[in-house]
């Protein structure tokens, strides 16, 4: 089956500079994978996602990185901002008509004013 | 906007009772998802659904059960809550007729505490 899995537990960074956070995935075949960034009490609410026939793809201050070789994924922040301060989720999709997403761990990002 | 609705939000209740957690979503979406959440961990798929009248047991073994009577609708239902049932829980619905397929809108969250 798929595992998922973030390289850090938790990041700092200073207000104004840029994030990054690492995912790692386990099954060649995902073919979708998706960010979300959780806000203590409430739900996961996307950010950005990404199918396997792309390398990167911008948002709004976020880009999303695939390496499909190493089967690793980053998500960037540019200019992170104290209203970026949650924990992050990435997931993946197993491909092969699946729906179904497998979580990894998150990473809590704290904003340093 | 993501129009799906979890209720009650927060539930403290004692060991043995018997529990509802409902979901809704008015957004027409044909698959529905339970996910059960420990603090800062991960989500494990408990329960999900492709359609009215179909339901599956996902990754995380779990004692409750769902159903899915309408579209809009996917209670989860325990029947005799225990302490190992505290945990929080994530309702979330996709569409599969529309790209990307595979992106889930997330309830807030029903946070339960069996004493």
């Known amino acids: 089956g798929e595992s998922v899995g973030l390289h850090l537990p938790t990041l700092s960074v200073q207000e104004g500079d840029n994030s990054i956070i690492n995912c790692a995935y386990s099954?060649?075949?995902?073919?979708?994978f998706i960010w979300y960034k959780q806000e203590s009490g409430k739900g996961p609410q996307f950010i950005i996602d990404?199918?396997?026939?792309?390398d990167k793809r911008q948002g709004q201050r976020v880009t999303v990185l695939l390496n499909k070789t190493v089967k690793h994924l980053s998500l960037q922040i540019a200019a992170t901002q104290p209203g970026d301060s949650a924990v992050y989720f990435c997931?993946?999709?197993?491909?092969?008509?699946?729906?179904?997403?497998?979580f990894g761990k998150g990473t809590k990002l704290s904003v340093i004013p | 906007e993501a129009d799906i609705y979890q209720t009650p939000r927060y539930l403290v209740i004692g060991t043995g009772k018997k529990i509802t957690l409902e979901c809704s979503q008015t957004?027409?979406?044909?698959?529905m998802y339970w996910y059960q959440q420990d603090p800062g961990m991960e989500l494990h798929l408990i329960h999900y659904?492709?359609?009215?009248?179909?339901?599956e047991k996902g990754d995380l073994s779990s004692e409750s059960t769902v159903s899915r009577i309408r579209t809009e609708h996917f209670p989860l239902t325990l029947e005799s809550a225990r302490p190992s049932h505290t945990s929080q829980y994530l309702c979330?619905?996709?569409?599969?007729?529309?790209?990307?397929?595979?992106?889930?809108?997330f309830g807030p969250g029903t946070r339960l505490t069996v004493l």
């Open positions: 099954n060649s075949a995902s073919d979708y």
């Open positions: 957004m027409g979406h044909d698959k």
């Open positions: 979330a619905s996709s569409e599969s007729k529309v790209p990307p397929y595979n992106e889930q809108f």
């Open positions: 659904s492709y359609g009215v009248n179909s339901t």
């Open positions: 990404i199918r396997s026939n792309m």
């Open positions: 997931a993946a999709s197993s491909g092969a008509g699946s729906y179904q997403l497998t």
